[in-house]
C-alpha cells in the first residue's frame, strides 16, 4: 500500500524573515537606480564663480606737452619783418583810395616782394587787383601797369597826322586808365629820346581822382607846334640807370644819341619801374638792334689827321658860312606852307628836329650848296647777340633773382602813311617782344590810329 505523505506547514516566523529580507532588497534597489540615474543621466547644473572684486585705481596725473610750430622757412630775398602797425614808417606815397561806399580790391602793388616789401606783383603776390588792359588791340591781363608814350616832333609831323594823330595816343591811354580796376596800380612816362617825364614818383592806385589828374597833365603834351615833345620842359631830363651798374654795356647805353642806344636805354628805365606788363607807343623801333660805342683809340687818332688836312678845313668853313642862309630858307618855306595850313583849318605843321637844321633841311627837301665834311671819328658797334645777353642778366638782377617774373613789354610802333618799314626791321621787333613775352603792332597814319583805338570798350 502506497503511503500518502502528508504536506508540512512553513514556519511563520521563517516567512517573515524571508518576506522582510526581500523588501530590503527591493528598497536598496531602487535606491541604488535613483542614485545611478542622477549621477549619469542628468546632468549637473551650470555654476557661475563670482567675479573678483574690482579694485578702483586712481588715473596718473595729466602730463601736459607743448608743441611749437615750426617757424615757416623764409627766402633770403624777402627779408619780411613784422611791425606794429602803428609803429611803420611809410615813405610819403600819393594815394587814391576810393570812397567806402565803391567796389573796391586790395592791390598787391606796394613793392616787389624780392625788394622786401610787404606785397608783389602779379606774379608771386596776391593777384587782387588784376585789369584787363588793351592799347590800340594789344590786350594782357596785370596790375601794375606802366605806358611810356614817345613824345618827340617825331611823332606829330605830317605825315604821321600831325598834333591831331597825338590827341588820340592821349585819348587811347586816358581812357584805358580810367577804365582800370580800383586796385589796380599804373603810372605813365613822356619820353622823348633819353628824356623823360613821370606823371607820379612810382605807381599809384587807379580811380577816378589820379585819373582826371593824368587827363589834366598829359592834356598839353604836343598841343601846341611850337613847343612839341619835352623840348621845352624844365622837368625832362635823362634819367640814372641803376640795374648793372658795372657791365660795361650800361655806360655804352646812355653814351651817345644813336638810335639803337636810345631804344636800350629807354627799356632799361622802363625795367627798373617795377611794373608787370610795359607798354610803349613810340615812333622808331628796331627791337635789339646794333649798339654803338664810342670810337676806339684808332679811330681818334685817323681822325685827328682828318681834321688836320687843309681840305677838311676849308669845306667846314665853307658849310658853316652857308648855316645861317639854310635856317633862313627853312623858316620861309614853313611859314609859306603853314600859311595855307591855317586857310584850310589845320594845325601847324611840326618838323623834325633829330638833327637840328639838318633834320629841318632834309625834310622840307632844300640842298646844302657845301655839305659838312663829317661830324666825328665815328664808333663802334655792340652785336644784338651782346645786347640780348644784357638784357638777360638786367632782368635776373631786377626780378628773377627776387623770385618775381619779368614785365611783358609790348610795342605800339606808329609810323607815317608812306614810311619805309624793311622786314628786317619787322623781325628784329618781332624778335624784341617775344624775349619780353610782348606783343607788337604796327599802325600807319592818322586814320588807321584812330580806327585802331581799343581801351574806350575795356571794362573792369
Known amino acids: 500500500m502506497i503511503e500518502i505523505k502528508k504536506d508540512r506547514k512553513m514556519n511563520p516566523m521563517l516567512l517573515k524573515v524571508i518576506f522582510i529580507s526581500i523588501a530590503l532588497h527591493v528598497v536598496a534597489g531602487f535606491v541604488a537606480g535613483v542614485i545611478t540615474i542622477a549621477n549619469i543621466v542628468i546632468p549637473e547644473e551650470t555654476q557661475f564663480e563670482e567675479p573678483p572684486a574690482v579694485v578702483e585705481e586712481e588715473p596718473p596725473p595729466p602730463v601736459k606737452v607743448q608743441i611749437k610750430p615750426q617757424a615757416p622757412k623764409q627766402e633770403p630775398s624777402q627779408r619780411l619783418t613784422m611791425r606794429p602797425v602803428a609803429n611803420i614808417a611809410v615813405a610819403q606815397i600819393d594815394v587814391n583810395l576810393p570812397e567806402m561806399d565803391q567796389s573796391f580790391t586790395v592791390s598787391a602793388g606796394l613793392g616787389g616782394i624780392g625788394g622786401g616789401q610787404l606785397l608783389g606783383g602779379t606774379r608771386g603776390s596776391i593777384g587782387m587787383g588784376l585789369s584787363d588792359v588793351s592799347v590800340f588791340g594789344l590786350k594782357t591781363r596785370a596790375e601794375r601797369i606802366l605806358f611810356v608814350i614817345d613824345a618827340n616832333r617825331e611823332m606829330v609831323t605830317d605825315k604821321k597826322g600831325g598834333l591831331n594823330s597825338y590827341k588820340v595816343i592821349k585819348d587811347e591811354i586816358t581812357d584805358m586808365v580810367g577804365n582800370l580796376s580800383a586796385g589796380t596800380l599804373f603810372n605813365v612816362m613822356l619820353q622823348d629820346r633819353k628824356k623823360t617825364v613821370l606823371f607820379k614818383p612810382q605807381l599809384i592806385p587807379a580811380g577816378s581822382e589820379s585819373h582826371a ?198 610795342v605800339v610802333l606808329f609810323l607815317a602813311g608812306d614810311e619805309v618799314y624793311r622786314p628786317e626791321w619787322k623781325k628784329q621787333l618781332d624778335q624784341y617782344v617775344r624775349f619780353f613775352r610782348g606783343k607788337n603792332r604796327v599802325i600807319r597814319g592818322e586814320d588807321e590810329i584812330k580806327s585802331a583805338r581799343s581801351s574806350k570798350g575795356t571794362r573792369n
Open 213 to 410: 589828374q593824368l587827363v589834366q597833365w598829359i592834356a598839353s603834351v604836343n598841343s601846341d607846334a611850337e613847343h612839341p615833345g619835352l623840348e621845352s620842359s624844365a622837368q625832362a631830363k635823362a634819367p640814372r640807370l641803376t640795374a648793372l651798374a658795372d657791365h660795361e654795356l650800361q655806360s655804352v647805353l646812355a653814351w651817345g644819341g644813336n638810335r639803337g642806344n636810345e631804344t636800350g636805354f629807354i627799356t632799361q628805365v622802363a625795367l627798373e619801374q617795377n611794373a608787370d606788363a610795359i607798354f610803349l607807343i613810340t615812333g622808331y623801333h628796331r627791337g635789339f638792334e646794333n649798339i654803338i660805342a664810342p670810337a676806339s683809340d684808332k679811330q681818334k687818332r685817323d681822325w685827328e689827321r682828318l681834321i688836320a688836312t687843309r681840305d677838311y678845313k676849308e669845306q667846314l668853313a665853307a658849310h658853316q658860312l652857308e648855316v645861317p642862309i639854310m635856317q633862313k630858307r627853312i623858316d620861309k618855306e614853313l611859314a609859306r606852307m603853314n600859311a595855307d595850313r591855317a586857310k584850310k583849318g589845320q594845325p601847324a605843321r611840326v618838323l623834325s628836329q633829330r638833327h637840328g637844321i639838318y633834320s629841318n633841311a632834309g625834310e622840307l627837301d632844300l640842298k646844302w650848296e657845301t655839305r659838312h665834311p663829317g661830324h666825328g671819328p665815328g664808333h663802334q658797334q655792340v652785336e644784338s647777340k651782346d645786347v640780348i645777353k644784357y638784357f638777360k642778366e638786367l632782368n635776373a638782377e631786377l626780378y628773377e633773382d627776387k623770385n618775381r617774373t619779368p614785365p611783358s613789354v609790348n
